[in-house]
C-alpha cells in the first residue's frame, strides 16, 4: 500500500502538484480508514489528502486515471487516426509550399521594382546604405518619405492561420496558441508577490508608526471605561483608516506581444488575487474588462478563453488610440478616488489614430500612470511603435520581461502609491526626490535625434 | 464507528444532500480528527454543512467570523481587565490587611508578586471561541467561517491551534484541547490561502452541484414544489451559470428561487415568470438583462 501511494505521489509531483510527506502519510491513513471499497471511493480519498488547490484537481484526475488504469500503453495519449491524417496534412501542407516556390522562381523576378517609384524614392534607397539602421526590410520601406502613416498596416496572415498542418494540428491535438501555465510558474509568481507584499507591508507599517497614530482617542476611551468609573483602564487610540490603493490594469493581448502575454496575464491575475481593488481590462482593437472572470476563473481556463478569441477578437491589430477613447469613454467616470493606472503592452498601434488625448484625459483622472513594455528600449523608436509619444504622458515606463523585475516594478508603485496617500509623514523623503527627478526625466525621455521631451516636468505633480 | 454511509445518511436527515466527496471527508474528518477546509462560490453550502453537521452529530456549534483584523483577543482568549480590577477593589481591605504584615514597601511588593498567578488564572480568563470549543464539556463543531476574509498574522496563529489543538498562554502555559473539535475552515478564495494551513487540514472544494443533486437539494427544502418545475428551474439556472454574469447564482440562490416560485403557486416556468422574479436570481444591474434575455431565448 504504501509503496503504491508513494509511486503515485511521484507521478503527482512530476506532474506539478506540490505534496508534502506528511500529507502521504495522511493518504496512508485515510485509506485504511477508508478502506478500497470501490475506485471512486479510493478517488475521493486520495482527492481530499493530497490535493490542496482547486486548480490541482484537474491534473490529480489526469495523473489518477493514468495511474490507475489498466492500460498504460499509450502514454501521448493520441487517437491514433487523428494522428494519421495530421500527419497527411503536414506532407500536403509541404507539398503545397513547394509548388508555390517553383511557380514563384519560374514567373516572378525575386525584386519586385514599384512602378510609380520617383527618382527621389531611389535616391532614398541608396542614403539607406550609409545609415547605420539594421532594421528590417519593411520598417525601411515605412520609413521611406511620405509612407509613413498612409500605407495600410499589414494583417496578420491567414496563410499559417489556414495552412493544412496548423489546422490539422490544432484540431488533433487539441492545443492552443499558448501553452498553459504550469504549476511552477505560478507557484513561483505567488510566491514573488506574496513576498513583495511583506516587504511592501512593513514599510506601510513603518510609514503608519510615523504619523500621529498611537495618540489618545479621548472620547472613546471614555466610552469604553463607562463601567470601570471613568478610569481609563482601557485604552484607545487612534488608528489611520486603512486605504488599500485602487489599481486599474489594462493589457494588451494582441499577436505583437503574444510572446509576453501570457506572463502579463500571470501577473494580472496574481495581482487580483492578492489586492483588494483592481479592475482589469485586456484590449486589442476593443476593450474588455475581465475583472469578474479573473475572480472566478483558473488563470489556465481564462488563458484559453482569451486564446479562442471569445473575449477579444484576436485577428484583428491593436489599435491603442481606439483602446484609449473608449476606455475614456465608457469606463473613466466610474473610476472612483484616483486609481494608479497601469498599460501593459509595445505600444505599437499599427497607423491608426494615436488618440494621444484620450491618454491625457486618462492621465487628469490617474493618481499615477505606469506604462510597460515587453520591448527593449532601443527599438522603441522602430517601426510604428507610439511609446515615445504615449510615454510623454505617463508618469513612468519601464521594461519588464520577467517576474523580477516585474516584482521590483510593482513594489516601486506601491510605494509611490502610498507615498501619495499619506502626504504628510513620508515629506522628508518626498524633498530628496523633487532634487533629483527633473534631471532624472530630461535624460529619460531623451531622443535619439537629441530632441528635448514634448512635456515640462516641472509642471508635473509629483506623486 | 460511524461508517461514511452513515454521515450521509445523516445528513440527509438533517436536510443536506451530500454527494460521495463530501460524505468521506465529513467522514474521515471524524476519523482522523483533522480540519476541514471547504472551498467553493459563495452560497454552495459550505457553511450549511458545518451548521447540519453540528446538528445531525449533536456537537455544539462554535462558530467564528473572520474578518480583516481579527486578532487572538476575538479568537482566542483575553485578559477580562474589568473584572481583574472590580476584584482588586472588592478585596482591597483584605489586601490591606495581607500586605500590612510585610515591614517596607520592598517586602510588600514581594508579597503582592507573588500572588500574581491569582489575577492571570482561568478566573479572569475570557474564552473566546477557539478556546471555548477547546474546553467544551463534549466534542464539539468549530466553524472558522469565511478564512479569506482573515489576514496573514491570523492564519499563523491558527497553525498551532489546528494541528495539536491547543492554545499558549503566556501566563498559563498550553492549555490543550479536551474534546477535540469537529474543525471546519471555510474560504471563498478571495485569497490565497497559505499552505501551511493547507497542509494540516483536509482539503474540499464544493462547486456547484451536478444536475441530480441540485434537483434532489430544491426537492428535499421545497416538497411542494412540482418534479418538472424543478427540473426546469435547475435547468434554466445552469445556462444561467455559465452566461459569465459578476454574480452567478448558486444553490442558495436557486432555493430562494424555489421559495419565491412555490409561493406564487407557478406551474411552469415562462419569460414573463421570470422576467418577474429575475431579481432573486442575479443579483447585479447587467446581470438582470442577461438573464431575462436568456429565459427569451430558450423559452419563447
Request: aromatic share 8%; hydrophobic share 40%; with cysteine.
Amino acid at each position: 500500500m504504501e509503496r503504491i501511494i508513494t509511486r503515485f505521489v511521484t507521478a503527482l509531483r512530476e506532474r506539478g502538484v506540490r505534496v508534502s510527506p506528511g500529507e502521504s502519510l495522511d493518504a496512508v491513513q485515510a485509506l485504511a480508514f477508508g478502506g478500497l471499497s470501490g475506485r471512486d471511493s479510493v478517488r475521493a480519498l486520495l482527492k481530499l489528502t493530497l490535493v490542496k488547490n482547486v486548480n490541482d484537481m484537474p491534473a490529480f484526475d489526469e495523473v489518477f486515471d493514468w495511474f490507475f488504469s489498466r492500460s498504460q500503453c499509450n502514454p501521448l495519449d493520441i487517437d491514433p487516426g487523428e494522428f494519421l491524417s495530421a500527419m497527411i496534412h503536414i506532407v500536403e501542407g509541404e507539398q503545397l509550399k513547394a509548388e508555390e516556390y517553383r511557380t514563384r522562381e519560374k514567373d516572378d523576378p525575386l525584386l519586385i521594382v514599384d512602378e510609380e517609384a520617383t527618382a527621389e524614392d531611389l535616391e532614398n534607397l541608396l542614403g539607406l546604405e550609409e545609415s547605420d539602421d539594421d532594421g528590417a526590410g519593411a520598417e525601411i520601406m515605412v520609413q521611406l518619405d511620405g509612407f509613413r502613416g498612409k500605407m495600410a498596416a499589414p494583417e496578420p496572415s491567414d496563410y499559417y492561420l489556414k495552412s493544412p498542418p496548423t489546422v490539422a494540428f490544432s484540431q488533433g491535438a487539441n492545443k492552443g496558441r499558448v501553452v498553459p501555465f504550469t504549476p511552477e510558474e505560478l507557484a513561483d509568481m505567488q510566491e514573488v508577490v506574496s513576498r513583495m507584499l511583506v516587504r511592501i507591508r512593513k514599510d506601510v507599517q513603518r510609514m503608519k508608526e510615523m504619523e500621529n497614530r498611537g495618540k489618545l482617542h479621548i472620547i472613546r476611551t471614555i466610552q469604553k471605561n463607562y463601567r470601570h468609573g471613568m478610569v481609563p483602564f482601557l485604552l484607545s487610540l487612534r488608528r489611520k483608516r486603512k486605504e488599500k490603493p485602487r489599481l486599474v490594469v489594462l493589457c494588451d493581448v494582441s499577436y505583437s506581444v503574444s510572446h509576453a502575454t501570457r506572463f502579463m496575464l500571470l501577473l494580472l491575475h496574481t495581482l487580483q488575487n492578492r489586492l483588494m481593488h483592481v479592475r482589469s481590462f485586456i484590449f486589442n482593437k476593443e476593450l474588455a474588462e475581465i475583472t469578474p472572470m479573473l475572480r472566478n476563473m483558473p488563470v489556465n481556463c481564462l488563458l484559453e478563453t482569451i486564446d479562442k478569441g471569445d473575449i477579444v477578437n484576436l485577428d484583428d491589430n491593436s489599435d491603442y488610440g481606439n483602446v484609449f477613447k473608449s476606455f475614456k469613454e465608457r469606463h473613466l467616470e466610474n473610476m472612483r478616488g484616483k486609481p494608479a493606472i497601469i498599460i501593459i503592452g509595445d505600444g505599437r498601434n499599427n497607423y491608426n489614430e494615436a488618440n494621444d488625448w484620450a491618454l491625457e484625459a486618462i492621465r487628469e483622472k490617474a493618481g499615477y500612470l505606469l506604462w510597460l513594455t515587453p520591448e527593449e528600449r532601443d527599438i522603441w523608436q522602430r517601426g510604428d511603435c507610439q511609446l515615445d509619444l504615449y510615454g510623454s504622458y505617463c508618469d513612468r515606463v519601464e521594461t519588464a520581461r520577467d517576474v523580477d523585475e516585474l516584482s521590483r516594478l510593482v513594489e516601486d508603485l506601491f510605494h509611490t502609491l502610498f507615498d501619495h496617500n499619506d502626504t504628510r509623514a513620508w515629506q522628508h523623503r518626498r524633498q530628496e526626490r523633487k532634487v533629483e527627478e527633473p534631471q532624472d526625466y530630461r535624460t529619460y525621455y531623451t531622443r535619439h535625434s537629441g530632441a528635448q521631451p514634448a512635456f515640462d516636468p516641472d509642471v508635473r505633480r509629483q506623486w | 464507528m460511524i461508517t461514511e454511509q452513515q454521515v450521509k445518511e445523516l445528513l440527509r436527515n438533517g436536510g443536506y444532500i451530500a454527494d460521495e466527496t463530501i460524505a468521506t471527508a465529513v467522514f474521515l474528518a471524524l476519523r482522523m480528527e483533522k480540519p476541514i477546509l471547504i472551498e467553493g462560490p459563495p452560497g454552495v453550502g459550505k457553511t450549511g454543512l458545518a451548521k447540519t453537521l453540528s446538528t445531525v452529530l449533536d456537537f455544539p456549534l462554535v462558530r467564528l467570523q473572520c474578518y480583516e483584523g481579527i486578532d487572538e483577543g476575538k479568537a482566542l482568549y483575553d485578559w477580562e481587565y474589568g473584572k481583574q480590577l472590580l476584584y482588586t477593589q472588592l478585596l482591597r481591605t483584605q489586601l490591606d490587611s495581607y500586605l500590612s504584615e510585610s515591614t517596607d514597601l520592598r517586602a510588600a511588593v514581594e508579597r503582592l508578586s507573588s500572588e500574581e498567578s491569582l489575577f492571570f488564572s482561568r478566573n479572569f480568563l475570557v474564552q473566546r471561541p477557539i478556546l471555548r470549543s477547546f474546553l467544551s464539556t463534549k466534542r464539539s463543531l468549530l466553524l472558522i467561517d469565511e478564512i479569506d476574509r482573515s489576514g496573514d498574522e491570523f492564519e499563523a496563529l491558527l497553525l498551532e491551534c489546528l494541528s495539536d489543538f491547543q492554545v499558549s498562554v503566556p501566563e498559563l502555559g498550553v492549555i490543550g484541547a479536551e474534546h477535540k473539535p469537529l474543525a471546519i475552515l471555510t474560504s471563498n478564495g478571495t485569497r490565497m490561502i497559505s499552505d501551511a494551513l493547507r497542509r494540516r487540514c483536509l482539503y474540499l472544494y464544493i462547486g456547484y452541484p451536478e444536475f441530480d443533486r441540485e434537483v434532489t437539494i430544491v426537492r428535499t427544502k421545497f416538497p411542494e414544489l412540482c418534479e418538472g418545475l424543478a427540473r426546469q428551474m435547475v435547468e434554466f439556472l445552469r445556462q444561467v451559470r455559465e452566461l459569465n454574469l459578476r454574480k452567478p447564482p448558486s444553490v442558495s440562490e436557486t432555493l430562494d428561487w424555489a421559495q419565491v416560485l412555490s409561493i406564487l403557486h407557478t406551474k411552469q416556468l415562462t419569460p414573463a415568470v421570470v422576467a418577474n422574479t429575475v431579481g432573486v436570481i442575479a443579483k447585479h444591474q447587467a446581470d438582470l438583462k442577461q438573464v431575462t434575455d436568456l429565459a427569451l431565448q430558450i423559452m419563447a
